[in-house]
């Protein structure tokens, strides 16, 4: 039986060749533009790396002018604070001067309270009286007043005198309303029981109560409630 025969293989030799040349062509055009192609690969970094690093600056800027606003404005709006509380002091400061003056700013000072008693007794000729001065209280304001560090209190004052007429009250309460804030609360009037000598009309017996007002900073921000002024 007959076998059929292997072809025989033909080598392309010539293709072979021509791949060879190719080959050794690009080797030598690449040994040519290798210099330029790592140039331009480092020129590509560094342009990659000067874009970032121009790009991180230019957020740190954008940063420190947002920053540098933000001051701007809060410096403006201290400035404007400053500008109005310079104005009100300007506007407020003679009042404020009227009430340090009669002692209603600050604390109260007793014993000038008692001084000007005997000095107003001792000008308009008074009878005898007598007085009590009760402790100082804070008094309960409004929830929704914005008073700040400031806080007003009271004393009540218990007056008792024997008057020749009713000016003699009056002269006492005018006395101490320029000298200081007097809420008159009640005031009882009656004839008196006595007679001071022959002939003359009976006497006159008052009983009255005030509250000496007085405003100040609170001593601490950690206070109890204010008592209500009785």
């Known amino acids: 039986m ?47 790396l000067l874009i970032g690093s121009t790009h991180y600056f230019y957020l740190k800027q954008k940063e420190k002018q947002e920053q540098a606003q933000s001051e701007l404005v809060q410096a403006q709006g201290k400035y404007a604070n400053a500008t109005n509380e310079k104005d009100d002091i300007r506007d407020y400061q003679p009042r404020y001067l009227q009430l340090l003056e009669r ?19 001792a000008k308009y000729r008074l009878l005898p009286m007598s007085y009590e001065i009760s402790p100082q209280q804070v008094v309960a304001l409004d929830p929704s007043m914005n008073n700040g560090e400031l806080e007003l209190r009271a004393s009540k004052i218990v007056l008792q005198m024997n008057l020749l007429h009713e000016m003699d009250m009056f002269n006492l309460f005018n006395e101490l309303n320029q000298k200081g804030q007097f809420i008159h609360q009640s005031c009882d009037i009656k004839t008196g029981t006595t007679l001071s000598a022959i002939n003359l009309p009976r ?12 405003m100040g900073r609170r001593p601490n921000p950690e206070l109890a409630p204010a008592a209500p002024v009785q």
Request: aromatic share 6%; charged share 20%.
């Open 2 to 48: 007959a076998k059929n025969p292997v072809p025989p293989v033909k080598l392309n030799i010539g293709a072979s060749k021509e791949g060879a040349k190719i080959r050794t062509q690009w080797q030598d055009d690449f040994a040519i533009i290798r210099q330029a192609c790592i140039t331009l690969g480092l020129s590509l970094g560094f342009a990659a």
């Open 103 to 121: 002692g209603f700013v600050g604390d109260e000072k007793r014993l000038d309270i008692v001084e000007l008693m005997q000095s107003i007794q």
């Open 203 to 214: 006497q006159l017996e008052a009983k009255c109560s005030l509250q000496w007002m007085t």
